[in-house]
């Protein structure tokens, strides 16, 4: 079954550092999507990505963060200025179309910031 | 803005049934999804309902009524391996993508 994967699977940086949270999605997958996951807290929409741009975000995804397909299969997150509360679970997504079927979630990246 | 509440902890024994309940307060959305996750893992897709009702998909059951504001997803025949996180998601109106807007999950324990 195809699976969207996500690298590295554990990230420590410190604070105030950048830091490039990279993931595959699904080969014939057109939407890509990153949410975050505060330990013991529900999952939260960041940011959505269609046709090589953003089509939406939230109001986390603020000028710290920025999304960039720089090659036919990889989809990254990128951060910067890495702050303690930006430590989470970033997990990468992607869907073939619309409809909440057919939407692939990776394992994840945890990112601890110290 | 949209808001979906869920009970946080919900405990049953082994072969039982259980609902997890999610009420929701939402400007509109396509459809209520329901993901399990384990131990922080990847959420994994479970169900979908876009109309109101009932669907069954093997041991998984979910019900959605719009009137209410209220979903459930049932669980039967609990084993072991369905301990884990439970989240209610929508796809709200008005958005340029299929994102998604979780509830506030519950965590299933399942005891012999």
């Known amino acids: 079954e195809p699976e969207v994967t996500q690298t590295p699977s554990h990230q420590v940086t410190q604070m105030g550092q950048e830091v490039i949270l990279r993931c595959v999605p699904i080969s014939n997958h057109l939407y890509f999507y990153w949410y975050r996951q505060i330990l013991g807290q529900k999952v939260e929409f960041l940011v959505s990505f269609y046709n090589n741009e953003i089509s939406e975000k939230s109001e986390i995804f603020d000028d710290q963060f920025s999304v960039e397909r720089p090659d036919g299969s990889n989809f990254t997150l990128k951060i910067r200025s890495t702050k303690l509360e930006d430590s989470a679970m970033y997990f990468c997504a992607s869907s073939r179309g619309q409809g909440a079927r057919g939407y692939t979630f990776g394992s994840g990246t945890r990112l601890t910031v110290v | 803005g949209q808001s979906l509440e869920q009970p946080s902890e919900v405990t049953a024994v082994e072969g039982a049934i259980v609902q997890i309940n999610c009420t929701y307060q939402?400007?509109?959305?396509?459809?209520l999804s329901w993901y399990q996750q384990h131990d922080g893992g990847a959420p994994t897709f479970l169900s979908y309902?876009?109309?109101?009702g009932l669907e069954e998909t093997g041991r998984f059951s979910s019900f959605l009524s719009r009137s209410d504001s209220y979903g459930y997803l049932l669980l039967q025949e609990l084993q072991m391996k369905d301990s884990a996180s439970y989240f209610c998601?929508?796809?709200?109106?008005?958005?340029?993508?299929?994102?998604?807007?979780f509830g506030t999950g519950t965590l299933l324990a399942v005891q012999p």
């Open positions: 939402t400007s509109g959305f396509y459809g």
């Open positions: 309902n876009a109309l109101d």
């Open positions: 998601a929508v796809n709200p109106y008005g958005g340029a993508t299929n994102k998604l807007i």
